[in-house]
């Protein structure tokens, strides 16, 4: 699978991408998977052979892995009828699809509050899921990491992370994943909690976003052109 190279650093309605938790050292390691998990699909083991078709709903697993494959990769979708090509905003409400490798199906990221007779299988918190039936459950914003500035950062464009190529396309373990905030003894949110969405390198001297320099965010004409990335 080819990601979508985005060349001014944000993320667009219609892009490509992998969701990527990046690792994070914790005291509760041994409970967790650790290195750069991606959120993949996870089908019935024996199911999948019986059928052309993903029985629905469909499970997820995070893998430690950044290839993209049918597996992992989610194109974004706007769900307030904004173009594609739209740089997508924090705080907007958009969709992930999955094909899955299959050009005539769409599953979309979901997840519903947690029941007695409905919870993920392992750790018993709110399940996540795909399905192919569109609605509220499968919106999603995208929200600034640091939880002090999110308001700030309200309506401000989402920007993409990127990955070098790689060759190998083994998966080896997967984790269950569940729809549930950790908090430290703090009440604020844990880094496992963090999920990034991750483009193509357009730039072979910068594998990822992460070598970039930061923007002067603290300058008012830095804040007003990121708002507006089309303003002169």
Not at 14 to 42: M, Q, W, Y
Not at 130 to 145: K, M
Not at 185 to 212: A, F, I, Y
Request: charged residues 20%.
């Amino acid at each position: 699978m080819q990601l979508s190279i985005t060349e001014d650093g944000y993320v667009h309605n219609g892009d490509k991408v992998i969701l990527v938790n990046l690792d994070h050292p914790e005291v509760e390691a041994d409970l967790f998977l650790r290195g750069d998990l991606s959120l993949c699909l996870t089908p019935h083991e024996i199911r999948a052979h019986l059928s052309d078709k993903f029985e629905v709903p469909c499970g997820l697993s995070a893998a430690p892995t950044k290839i993209p494959v049918g597996r992992n990769t989610f194109t974004i979708l706007s769900a307030d009828s904004e173009a594609v090509g739209q740089v997508l905003r924090y705080g907007q409400n958009f969709r992930l699809g999955i094909t899955g490798g299959f050009e005539d199906t769409m599953l979309y990221l979901s997840s519903d509050h947690r029941t007695l007779l409905k919870s993920s299988k392992k750790s018993w918190l709110q399940e996540v899921y795909l399905t192919d039936e569109v609605s509220y459950l499968n919106c999603w914003q995208a929200a600034f990491p640091d939880h002090q500035l999110r308001l700030e950062y309200e309506g401000f464009p989402v920007p993409s992370v990127f990955i070098p190529s790689c060759s190998s396309t083994y998966f080896g373990k997967e984790a269950e994943v569940a729809a549930h905030t950790h908090l430290d003894s703090h009440r604020v949110e844990k880094p496992r909690n963090h999920w990034v969405l991750v483009t193509g390198s357009p730039r072979q001297d910068s594998p990822t976003m992460l070598h970039l320099p930061k923007p002067p965010v603290e300058d008012t004409c830095a804040l007003e052109q990121a708002a507006d990335p089309g303003a002169q």
